[in-house]
């Protein structure tokens, strides 16, 4: 079960072989402008070919990830894809892909939410990351009044650093609760 922290008493007297805590942050769409540095582009991801290489940068970016062409390909299939939020960061000399940004929009609310934001470890802390953020922000900006971010409180990757950096706040958390 997801729980918010504030009702987390309420389970006290059980135990459970999982409790994780996630973070969720929301951005009120404050400009962020924040180019890639030199020698990157942005690039949509094409629904078409790319989902290979979409998984294998999720596999490169987290150790024992279980996550298929097939998982991906059913993302596209939920209400709230638009091929418009899925984003590569390029290399310009190498055709290489070192990032992936995907987020989605809800338009019933309106709200966007970033899912992935990741960069190749050996890309880490060039600014890429926040560049993508940035990106992913100016795309929901024009249709979304916030967007949120949720992650794992315990990552060692520490993602909640990189998006409060980029204007996003909050305290809320939830845990995840399981038998």
Same mark, same amino acid.
């Given at each position: ?13 059980? +135990?459970?072989? #999982?409790? +994780? ?48 062409? +097939?998982?991906?390909? #059913? ?54 990351? #926040? ?15 916030? #967007? ?32």
């Amino acid at each position: 079960m997801l729980v918010h922290a504030d009702g987390l008493p309420l389970f006290s007297h059980r +135990k459970f072989l #999982t409790r +994780k805590a996630y973070f969720r942050l929301i951005h009120r769409h404050e400009p962020l402008d924040v180019p890639l540095p030199p020698g990157y582009r942005f690039e949509s991801v094409n629904s078409e070919g790319d989902f290979a290489q979409v998984v294998g940068l999720l596999r490169a970016c987290y150790q024992g990830i279980d996550i298929s062409i +097939k998982v991906v390909q #059913t993302w596209t299939s939920h209400p709230v894809y638009d091929p418009n939020r899925w984003v590569w960061v390029v290399g310009q000399q190498t055709g290489e892909k070192v990032g992936l940004g995907i987020a989605e929009l809800d338009s019933r609310v309106p709200e966007a939410s970033l899912e992935w934001v990741q960069v190749m470890p050996n890309f880490q802390n060039r600014g890429i990351g #926040t560049a993508l953020v940035g990106e992913l922000l100016h795309r929901a900006t024009q249709h979304a009044v916030f #967007t949120t971010v949720s992650g794992e409180c315990d990552n060692r990757y520490q993602p909640e650093r990189l998006y409060r950096k980029c204007g996003f706040s909050g305290t809320d958390v939830w845990w995840l609760l399981a038998d």
